[in-house]
T-cell receptor
């Protein structure tokens, strides 16, 4: 069974600093996808970034980048130049990428608080 | 472009009543997923549907829960004879296809409270 581990229940960071949110995963599959979602206090789930298991380069989307270390089975999210609006819960998730098994498995999440 | 639409946003039911949660996927998306989130936890997969077909229901409780995605209209998650433990946020997500690097786009969720 797939498993996602986020070891940081909460993080506090000063505004404008960079922050790294940890995510490790466990799977025996060769083909899989990794996602990060943001959940602000209003409750919606916002897609941030995706990394495929065969992608050779780390994914980037604006201030978000994914530090993908396949051998270590880690997919950490890096947020550069943090802003107050980045305060939220962040979830790492994994999806199997073969037909018929499209569910996402989520970690427990990390609550990020950006201090002014 | 309208995103994934879920309604109602909040739903209150008494024990023993039925709860019906609706989800309209994004335009052009034919794959729908339902997840449940308990307080301070991550989302847990419930069911994956395509039009008129249930593809994977491995996360659905065996009793009282059912889901459908008819040819016309929204996907429905139905909970019969609700109990206190059903209180949670229920999220629907959709994607244009079932594979590749397509992210699942989520609705705002339905917060179900059981009195």
């Amino acid at each position: 069974a797939q498993k996602i581990t986020q070891t940081q229940p909460g993080m506090f960071v000063q505004e404008k600093e960079a922050v790294t949110l940890d995510c490790t995963y466990d799977t025996s599959d060769q083909s899989y996808g990794l996602f990060w979602y943001k959940q602000p206090s209003s409750g919606e789930m916002i897609f941030l970034i995706y990394q495929g298991s065969y992608d050779e380069q780390n994914a980037t989307e604006g201030r978000y980048s994914l530090n993908f270390q396949k051998a270590r089975k880690s997919a950490n999210l890096v947020i550069s130049a943090s802003q107050l609006g980045d305060s939220a819960m962040y979830f790492c998730a994994m999806r199997e990428a073969f037909q018929g098994a499209q569910k996402l498995v989520f970690g427990q999440g990390t609550r990020l608080t950006i201090n002014p | 472009n309208a995103g994934v639409m879920q309604n109602p946003r909040h739903l209150v039911r008494r024990r023993g009543q039925e709860a019906r949660l609706r989800c309209s996927p994004m335009k052009g998306h034919s794959h729908v997923y339902w997840y449940r989130q308990l307080p301070e936890e991550g989302l847990k997969f419930m069911v994956y549907l395509q039009k008129e077909n249930i593809i994977d229901e491995s996360g659905m409780p065996k009793e009282r829960f059912s889901a459908e995605f008819p040819k016309e209209g929204p996907s429905i998650l139905r909970i019969q004879q609700v109990v206190r433990g059903d209180s949670a946020a229920y999220f629907c997500a959709s994607s244009p296809t079932g594979g590749g690097d397509q992210p699942q786009h989520f609705g705002d969720g339905t917060r179900l409270s059981i009195l």
